[in-house]
């Protein structure tokens, strides 16, 4: 199976959670096939917010979701 990421952001309660808010409004990024990708984007992304404490963009393992069972998951 790939390891798919998906990039997402959006605007949170508080900087230190991932408490998100305004869920309809979230930015879904892309889906990308390595870690390599989803970092670039997530990077870019992260980088043109930056002056906006309330908005986080993060990085989700799709393959840990959907295969929780892998070995080497950690």
Request: proline content about 5%; glycine content about 6%.
């Amino acid at each position: 199976m790939s390891k798919l990421h998906l990039v997402m952001g959006g605007r949170v309660s508080n900087p230190q959670t991932l408490d998100f808010c305004e869920l309809d409004s979230m930015d879904l990024v892309g889906v990308y096939p390595d870690y390599a990708s989803a970092e670039e984007a997530w990077r870019s992304n992260a980088q043109r917010t930056v002056d906006d404490a309330e908005m986080k963009y993060v990085i989700v393992h799709l393959h840990r979701l959907l295969d929780p069972e892998q070995p080497g998951q950690g």
